[in-house]
């Protein structure tokens, strides 16, 4: 039998076993870096050279304009998806219906605290940004409309959104025949997600121009409006946590929020880092059974709840929202603010794991109510990234309370074992997250966890 060329040469350095492709490394730290260096010289360019400042305006609405260009197609496939992964989660009964109308009903509510909490404080107040407008006939100006012209214009949301909701109903009708379908939507979404990230590495660009534009207009005003903002929020995602999330937890389980979170400090660290609680998944997935709950219900609750509970981006996105109305000295009325909310409920579903899928949200409700809002967006997209982190650890915490009252609801957790392990006298044993402890055990002893990641 013939042998094909080099099937029985041994590999270099004598060994026959394959070497593993190497992973890419995840180089979003240094879009983090560059964000805060870009925010740190817009604002010393408009404090010192404030006309400067305001002439770089254009950079940060090219920015925004690439964010809206992005909103429809993320708001479709997340939407359909969405629809689908609803179906799928209710057919397992009891846990996945449990678990849906918990989210819905958390995220409401996290929604609801950001609005309240953004009437209260009032952010962005004093600021009267204006929306950019090219200079009339001079060639600069020519220029830059020349420029702006070669983005493509958005689509409009709400027609997307209610499209969105009738295929994903439709594919979910057919059942099986709708599938590759969702499938190849589930690729389309894969490169919209592939376009917002290369879009976000003009996020540094976009936040220099808004930053010094705006601090060129306004000084120090700008500043102080920015860190009232990012200060309300860590705050409040915060009294979140401690007091409704803890305060749920204490009362279905008995459990002490706060033994949870040293339990999860180092999944906190890696999400710190990445500004994403996707980087978590599978050692929440680990933690969560090692904690007691079943595998069944971690299973279903965690990857459910990276879609649908996400508590912390609820808050951002109602915040931001209030911000750039009173910034732009057209705040919303009530009526507004309340179809928002509902707006922001079935969109905010597709916001989690990817880089910037938020800020194309936040544009999404802006320009689904007022679209002359939007041009006001520059100064969130200088401070996004400050606020990234918070909302994942909210998001990461919310999910992991929700695992453990689902499981004390559905009776699915060895509460013995929960208390023991969140009082650490049953440690997590870290090494069996490595690799080489996955390889070597046998095929029937793999968790179900390992398909989710």
């Known amino acids: 039998m013939a042998t094909r060329p080099g099937e029985n040469e041994p590999a270099l350095g004598g060994t026959t076993a394959a070497t593993p492709p190497q992973r890419k490394k995840d180089r979003t730290h240094w879009l983090y870096i560059m964000v805060i260096i870009a925010v740190v010289l817009g604002a010393a360019i408009g404090l010192v ?8 305006k254009p950079l940060g609405t090219a920015f925004v304009a690439l964010i809206k260009m992005i909103i429809a197609p993320v708001i479709f496939c997340t939407i359909v998806l969405g629809v689908g992964s609803v179906a799928r989660a209710a057919t397992v009964g009891k846990v996945g219906g449990l678990a849906l109308a918990y989210f819905i ?11 309240v909490v953004g009437n209260l404080i009032h952010p962005g107040a004093g600021l009267h940004l204006q929306p950019y407008k090219a200079a009339a006939g001079g060639s600069e100006g020519g220029m830059v409309e020349f420029l702006m012209s070669l983005i493509p214009g958005d689509i409009p949301v709400l027609p997307t959104l209610v499209l969105a909701l009738l295929v994903g109903f439709a594919l ?3 059942g099986k025949a709708g599938e590759p379908v969702l499938h190849g939507i589930q690729n389309i979404q894969a490169v919209v997600f592939k376009l917002m990230m290369m879009i976000m590495w003009a996020a540094p660009i976009g936040a220099f ?26 705050l409040t995602c915060a009294l979140f946590i401690v007091v409704v999330l803890g305060g749920i937890l204490k009362a279905v389980t008995g459990l002490n929020i706060f033994a949870l979170l040293k339990y999860l400090a180092r999944e906190y660290l890696l999400i710190f880092s990445t500004s994403s609680s996707e980087s978590a998944l599978p050692r929440l997935i680990a933690k969560m059974e090692h904690a007691g709950v079943s595998k069944p219900v971690v299973g279903i609750t965690v990857p459910t709840g990276y879609s649908f509970n996400l508590d912390g ?21 009530l009526g507004e603010q309340i179809s928002l909310l509902v707006f922001m409920i079935i969109a905010s579903k597709g916001a989690a794991g990817v880089t910037g899928a938020g800020l194309a949200t936040l544009a999404a409700g802006l320009q689904s109510h007022r679209p002359e809002l939007l041009d006001g967006m520059g100064v969130i997209v200088g401070i996004d990234k400050f606020m990234s982190e918070c909302r994942a650890l909210t998001n990461f915490t919310g999910n992991a309370v929700a695992t453990l009252l689902i499981g004390k609801w559905t009776r ?15 440690p997590f044993d870290e090494l069996s997250l490595e690799p080489d402890a996955h390889a ?8 179900e966890a390992a398909a989710l990641r």
């Open 49 to 56: 050279f404030p006309e400067v400042g305001k002439s770089l």
């Open 105 to 115: 009903i958390m995220s409401t509510f996290a929604l609801a605290i950001g609005l």
């Open 172 to 174: 979910q009708s057919m």
């Open 209 to 234: 121009g808004a930053i010094a534009a705006v601090v060129g207009a306004t000084g120090w005003a700008a500043i102080g409006s920015m860190a009232i903002l990012m200060g309300s929020f860590y």
């Open 313 to 333: 981006t609820a808050i951002y996105l109602t915040m931001a929202s209030l911000f750039v109305s009173t910034a732009m000295g057209m705040p919303m009325n």
């Open 412 to 426: 699915e957790i060895d509460m013995e074992q929960t208390r023991a392990v969140l009082s650490g006298q049953r």
């Open 440 to 447: 070597a055990a046998p095929a029937t002893e793999v968790p």
